[in-house]
């Protein structure tokens, strides 16, 4: 599977030995040695990847139908994936790639409630938030000498499908090193949560990859009692809408109260480090070089 990605290993041997954050060490403790691209790529290439005709189950909530190639992993297999990508463990996500390994994309879904759809999204107050907590997230990460992306713009404005209840967007970032990179999402609206779709690719093939994705997504559904049409009285609704999806809906509630200011310090660290983590997964596997 691995061999046919030549990208996959280019930018593994380029990236790999600057891209792992670096450890704290004890006094007199020799560096941690990061694996070696090589190794990396036999481990990715040995986990279960499953594969048409076999059916993607996104925990007891969702599934994916794996056709034209597709690749997946279970919640476990795919907390594996993310560690070798030198990100922290995740307990409940899924990740697909197609045969070519062009890009890749995580599932994760979030137990929020029904989300009401009726949102008008004004992209210019949206982004204005987005990069209030980018600011205040970057000043949080320095004192912790963690890496960080700042946000410039969108890259794909906000926009919403009433047909298939899929919200998306994407965002333009520089990294420390002025490297650009993408952040493109996608949720997914069900009866009792959203599915959040993050796309890991990189600003020259995004148009590209979106359209792959896309096309992938038309296997993807809630399993029965799941979809957003089976909305009933009485299901739990949450507290915000389309727009609190884009900058986080602890923060849409926290606007709402005027609470905003004091709450932006908080959210602005898990917002920039789940990007930054993204960013790893792209710049050491998965982008392309020009």
């Known amino acids: 599977m691995i061999g046919a990605g030549t990208r996959l290993w280019a930018l593994v041997s380029l990236l790999v030995l600057v891209a792992l954050p670096a450890q704290t060490q004890g006094q007199g403790s020799a560096p941690a040695q990061p694996p070696?691209?090589?190794?990396?790529?036999?481990?990715?290439?040995?986990?279960?990847?499953?594969?048409?005709p076999a059916v993607g189950r996104?925990?007891?909530?969702?599934?994916?139908?794996l056709d034209g190639g597709l690749r997946f992993l279970d919640a476990a297999a795919s907390s594996k994936f993310i560690q070798l990508n030198g990100n922290p463990p995740s307990k409940n996500s899924y990740v697909l790639v197609p045969a070519q390994?062009?890009?890749?994309?995580?599932?994760?879904?979030?137990?929020?409630?029904y989300v009401k759809d009726d949102d008008k999204l004004k992209s210019d107050e949206l982004l204005?938030?987005?990069?209030?907590?980018?600011?205040?997230?970057?000043?949080e990460r320095k004192k912790l000498n963690l890496p960080s992306l700042r946000l410039v713009g969108w890259m794909i404005e906000p926009h919403y499908d009433l047909e298939t209840r899929r919200l998306e967007w994407g965002t333009k970032l520089i990294s420390d090193g002025g490297e650009e990179l993408t952040n493109y999402t996608?949720?997914?609206l069900g009866r009792s949560g959203v599915m959040q779709v993050i796309l890991v690719s990189d600003p020259q093939h995004l148009q590209?990859?979106?359209?792959?994705?896309?096309?992938?997504?038309?296997?993807?559904?809630?399993?029965?009692?799941q979809r957003y049409s089976e909305y009933r009285s009485g299901d739990k609704v949450a507290e915000y809408g389309l727009a609190g999806l884009i900058v986080g809906g602890a923060a849409a509630?926290?606007?709402?109260s005027g609470a905003l200011k004091g709450f932006v310090k908080l959210i602005g660290v898990g917002v920039i480090a789940a990007?930054?983590?993204v960013g790893a997964f792209f710049r050491k596997f998965f982008g392309r070089k020009t």
């Open 208 to 225: 590209e990859d979106i359209k792959q994705l896309r096309t992938a997504l038309r296997g993807f559904d809630f399993v029965e009692g």
């Open 58 to 65: 996104i925990g007891s909530i969702a599934q994916i139908s």
């Open 36 to 52: 070696s691209p090589q190794t990396i790529v036999q481990q990715i290439d040995a986990l279960p990847w499953q594969k048409s």
């Open 275 to 277: 990007l930054v983590a």
């Open 253 to 256: 509630v926290a606007a709402k």
């Open 128 to 139: 204005t938030m987005l990069k209030e907590q980018n600011e205040e997230g970057i000043k």
């Open 186 to 188: 996608i949720r997914i």
């Open 101 to 113: 390994y062009a890009w890749f994309a995580v599932f994760t879904f979030d137990d929020t409630g």
